[in-house]
């Protein structure tokens, strides 16, 4: 019976030498990567803190390596902040980073509490420009007031110097607010969002000062 006489396979020499270069190449791309850092960073959303502000609780201070920070760390390191109620991240670039905030918006300083109320129902013991509610809200309406104060534009909320609960016979959801323009407004939870349209009503009557009743018929009773 014959032998079977096993034939060696020749290694070719241009077959290692281009896996190994491949390899090599591959190595240096990869390090060159990871060496890529983040060195645009666009933050949008943000009025209580400035964009270094957020550029620092986002850890991005330094310019990390781009593949080595992902969205995900930087929104998280984010929403830690008591001020900001969520963070969406985008890459649209490898060294592009956009932070797109929602804050958690101071409503107004809560006097009988001596604590300053912010969007979600938090209180905190820091200060910011908004309304002083001087008296004490019952609980039920208390709730009431702090959804639909939540829902108005937050410009006009700035523009409220004090707010007072002030029911009456009719209802007992109704509030007296004093304007840092020297106007002051009769509302009620019912038709709060009715304050947006403060300027343009305002506007109306030729900087005269006075009372606006958007609690019952919408008419101005012009101070003497």
Do not use: C, H
């Amino acid at each position: 019976m014959a032998r079977k006489v096993k034939k060696k396979r020749k290694i070719k020499v241009k077959n290692v030498l281009f896996v190994f270069g491949f390899i090599v190449v591959f190595l240096l791309g990869l390090a060159f990567l990871t060496d890529v850092k983040i060195n645009n960073i666009v933050i949008k959303g943000n009025s209580l803190y400035s964009d270094w502000e957020i550029i620092e609780k986002a850890g991005l201070s330094d310019y990390p390596s781009s593949l080595k920070t992902f969205s995900k760390t930087i929104e998280d390191r984010l929403e830690k902040d008591v001020y900001i109620k969520s963070v969406d991240v985008k890459r649209p670039s490898l060294t592009k980073v956009v932070i797109d905030l929602k804050e958690n918006l101071p409503l107004f300083y809560y006097l009988p509490a001596s604590k300053t109320i912010l969007a979600d129902k938090t209180e905190v013991t820091d200060n910011f420009p908004v309304p002083t509610v001087i008296n004490y809200v019952p609980d039920k309406i208390y709730s009431k007031f702090l959804t639909a104060i939540s829902q108005i534009n937050y410009d006009i909320v700035k523009r409220i110097s004090e707010i007072k609960y002030d029911p009456n016979e009719v209802d007992d959801g109704r509030f007296f607010l004093t304007m840092n323009d020297g106007n002051m407004v009769y509302l009620t939870l019912s038709d709060f969002d009715k304050i947006d349209g403060y300027l343009d009503i305002i506007k109306e009557f030729n900087n005269k000062k006075g009372i606006l009743y958007l609690d019952s018929g919408e008419y101005f009773e012009v101070k003497e």
